[in-house]
């Protein structure tokens, strides 16, 4: 695990900190939702793991980790970013550790990494099954369970939010491993009531981050009622309101936030 492109400003009392998950590339969620955050008060730390961006299609984004802490650090926040591969199981643990030795305890834990490779029940390899419920399932319930085990601040602040999809057909090992992450999360909302965090899933329906064909987005659009993909601002415009005052009522849901798509 290493740390890099950590701002130099003063933590503030004042800022709640939020750990975002899975902020390796400036195109993706997690990076739309740490600016959002950012842009309303929160200190960010965020982990990424470059070795999965380099399997997939789109590669590893030259820069990206340093681009996103600074366009945060732009916004006003105080920065942390962490590379780790949350598939070992101490990963958590020590993404903490970094965390709160940089920045201080972490008001809202907002779970954006994912292990996402297609492949369909006749074709999942065991070795790619056992990766996506490490990444995906395991890792989030250890994250939950340090923040939970760590949570220090005021009563009714605490948050988790977990990005999850509804993918399967083709996809079965992401989909199995987004559903078991979809039960860790709202069992945090009943078991982690005691220290006031709401638990919530967030499904975002098909964002282009970089990973769709020109068929497949064609197809989406025309699926979508109000025409057009989602982007990652509109997942972090939901993802904010949840992590304010305002959207502390709400608990334990899995919410959709995909422009109406059927």
Not at 196 to 203: E, M, Q, W
Request: with cysteine.
């Amino acid at each position: 695990m290493t740390t890099s492109a950590d701002s130099s400003r003063a933590v503030s009392a004042s800022r709640p900190l939020a750990l975002v998950t899975g902020v390796g590339r400036t195109v993706g969620i997690g990076a739309g939702i740490a600016a959002q955050l950012a842009d309303s008060g929160w200190d960010i730390a965020f982990s990424y793991w470059n070795p999965y961006d380099a399997r997939m299609a789109w590669g590893v984004e030259d820069g990206a980790v340093e681009a996103v802490s600074a366009d945060l650090a732009g916004r006003g926040a105080a920065t942390a970013a962490i590379e780790a591969d949350l598939a070992e199981v101490d990963a958590a643990a020590r993404v903490f550790d970094v965390v709160e030795r940089r920045l201080g305890p972490v008001t809202a834990l907002v779970m954006c990494h994912c292990e996402s490779v297609d492949s369909g029940l006749l074709d999942t390899s065991v070795e790619s099954f056992d990766r996506h419920f490490a990444v995906n399932a395991r890792a989030s319930w250890l994250l939950v369970r340090e923040f939970g085990r760590r949570f220090t601040r005021a009563h009714g602040t605490g948050r988790i939010i977990a990005l999850t999809s509804d993918h399967t057909v083709g996809n079965l090992p992401y989909g199995a491993s987004k559903g078991a992450l979809d039960r860790i999360t709202q069992a945090a909302a009943r078991e982690l009531a005691h220290l006031g965090v709401t638990a919530n899933v967030v499904n975002p329906g098909p964002v282009d981050t970089g990973w769709m064909t020109d068929g497949l987005r064609d197809d989406l659009v025309a699926q979508t009622p109000l025409g057009r993909l989602g982007t990652p601002r509109d997942t972090a415009h939901l993802v904010d309101f949840l992590c304010s005052p305002r959207g502390q009522w709400i608990n334990g849901q899995l919410l959709y936030s995909n422009g109406g798509l059927a």
